[in-house]
């Protein structure tokens, strides 16, 4: 009884590697029990998780954790994840070394847990549906790639290509100009095309039959099917957040800050949280105050900010008006309400 009890009180501090990890075992008293390297597969895993049952295991996000965690976690292990980006006692030391970084996880670990600013990951299915949104991202990647390549070589022959003409009609225009010397790239072109097309069927499916709160939030203007359900994959859950307020920050939408003394500088946005989902809101943002937004408090609080004038005042305001739409998606994703693009007038005092 009281051996099971000193293993269930160990901590085990993993760093994380592509091939092996390094793992340091702490005591009760935060003495070095052991350190070992262990292969990345995820039968060693279990045994190695197996020789200390109960243990409390601390690793650092990276491509690893997520799967790691969630291994770690069925069988029976308290798990803490660690921000990567709020670790400079690990990133910045002078002697940084795989066992280092594994000691330093498991003593903030066991001293305090909140020194690691311990992150939740995602369900299993919640991340492969995000990742068939990243594999669309880098097909338009790889197809802006393409069709700035046929602009450049057409353009060093003197035949211009408008910039105007959209990707998926860019093929059927430009093989009208020396389309032999680039068949191959518009090939290529019209491959990714029919590849993001089926994409987008399949995604419009997923959205619909699996994760219908992302139809609701599509009430609002500029936010379509991409935007809707990327952000209800990434928050994952609505219950996650106890104000809706809280989702700037999640999602980097908030200022850096570095005040001391009399000293409180303006810095840009953390651009912490999920790049993807705000690059999304960025790009609504750009919609609503552009000359197609329809009018709405949205699209009225970024002018007022745009009007303020400034070197960056245009920015500021897509900033804040991508802030509050992640606020108003939220709110409307908690309360299940229907969108009003004006609030109600205030109720006249009698």
Same mark, same amino acid.
């Given at each position: 009884?009281?051996?099971?009890?000193?293993?269930? !009180?160990?901590?085990?501090?993993?760093?994380?590697?592509?091939?092996?990890?390094?793992?340091?075992?702490?005591?009760?008293?935060?003495?070095?029990?052991?350190?070992?390297?262990?292969?990345?597969?995820?039968?060693?895993?279990?045994?190695?998780?197996?020789?200390?049952?109960?243990?409390?295991?601390?690793?650092?996000?990276?491509?690893?954790? @997520?799967?790691?965690?969630?291994?770690?976690?069925?069988?029976?292990?308290?798990?803490?994840?660690?921000?990567?980006?709020?670790?400079?006692?690990?990133?910045?030391?002078?002697?940084?070394?795989?066992?280092?970084?594994?000691?330093?996880?498991?003593?903030?670990?066991?001293?305090?847990?909140?020194?690691?600013?311990?992150?939740?990951?995602?369900?299993?299915?919640?991340?492969?549906?995000?990742?068939?949104? !990243?594999?669309?991202?880098?097909?338009?990647?790889?197809?802006?790639?393409?069709?700035?390549?046929?602009?450049?070589?057409?353009?060093?022959?003197?035949?211009?290509?408008?910039?105007?003409?959209?990707?998926? =009609?860019?093929?059927?225009?430009?093989?009208?100009?020396?389309?032999?010397?680039? =068949?191959?790239?518009?090939?290529?072109?019209?491959?990714?095309?029919?590849?993001?097309?089926?994409?987008?069927?399949?995604?419009?499916?997923?959205?619909?039959?699996?994760?219908?709160?992302?139809?609701?939030?599509?009430?609002?203007?500029?936010?379509?099917?991409?935007?809707?359900?990327?952000?209800?994959?990434?928050?994952?859950?609505?219950?996650?957040?106890?104000?809706?307020?809280?989702?700037?920050?999640?999602?980097?939408?908030?200022?850096?800050?570095?005040?001391?003394?009399?000293?409180?500088?303006?810095?840009?946005?953390?651009?912490?949280?999920?790049?993807?989902?705000?690059?999304?809101?960025?790009?609504?943002?750009?919609?609503?105050?552009?000359?197609?937004?329809?009018?709405?408090?949205?699209? =009225?609080?970024?002018?007022?900010?745009?009007?303020?004038?400034?070197?960056?005042?245009?920015?500021?305001?897509?900033?804040?008006?991508?802030?509050?739409?992640?606020?108003?998606?939220? =709110?409307?994703?908690?309360?299940?309400?229907?969108?009003? @693009?004006?609030?109600?007038?205030?109720?006249?005092?009698?």
């Amino acid at each position: 009884m009281n051996t099971k009890s000193a293993v269930e !009180k160990l901590t085990i501090g993993l760093d994380l590697g592509d091939r092996r990890h390094h793992a340091c075992i702490l005591d009760e008293t935060g003495e070095i029990l052991a350190e070992e390297t262990i292969v990345n597969t995820r039968e060693v895993l279990s045994a190695f998780c197996g020789r200390y049952p109960g243990a409390t295991f601390i690793m650092e996000t990276g491509t690893h954790s @997520p799967w790691v965690s969630r291994l770690v976690s069925s069988l029976g292990h308290p798990v803490i994840v660690a921000n990567a980006r709020k670790l400079r006692a690990i990133s910045q030391s002078q002697t940084k070394s795989d066992r280092e970084d594994a000691q330093m996880l498991a003593r903030l670990g066991r001293a305090d847990p909140k020194l690691l600013c311990p992150i939740r990951h995602r369900r299993e299915d919640t991340q492969r549906a995000l990742v068939r949104l !990243k594999v669309r991202e880098a097909l338009v990647r790889n197809r802006v790639n393409l069709i700035n390549s046929v602009r450049f070589l057409l353009k060093s022959l003197g035949v211009f290509v408008s910039s105007s003409i959209k990707a998926m =009609a860019f093929t059927r225009k430009v093989r009208a100009q020396l389309a032999a010397l680039v =068949a191959a790239l518009l090939t290529a072109v019209d491959a990714i095309n029919a590849e993001i097309k089926q994409l987008d069927l399949e995604l419009e499916t997923l959205s619909r039959e699996r994760y219908p709160a992302s139809e609701r939030l599509r009430q609002i203007p500029g936010v379509g099917p991409l935007t809707a359900l990327c952000f209800v994959l990434t928050l994952e859950s609505p219950a996650h957040f106890a104000h809706a307020r809280a989702v700037g920050p999640y999602l980097g939408l908030v200022p850096r800050r570095d005040q001391s003394g009399q000293s409180d500088k303006q810095l840009g946005i953390t651009k912490a949280g999920h790049v993807q989902l705000r690059c999304l809101l960025v790009n609504c943002a750009h919609y609503i105050l552009g000359p197609f937004g329809p009018p709405c408090a949205l699209r =009225a609080a970024g002018e007022r900010i745009a009007a303020r004038g400034g070197k960056s005042a245009k920015k500021r305001a897509v900033i804040a008006v991508a802030r509050k739409l992640a606020v108003t998606l939220l =709110a409307l994703w908690k309360t299940g309400a229907d969108y009003q @693009p004006q609030p109600p007038p205030l109720a006249q005092a009698a």
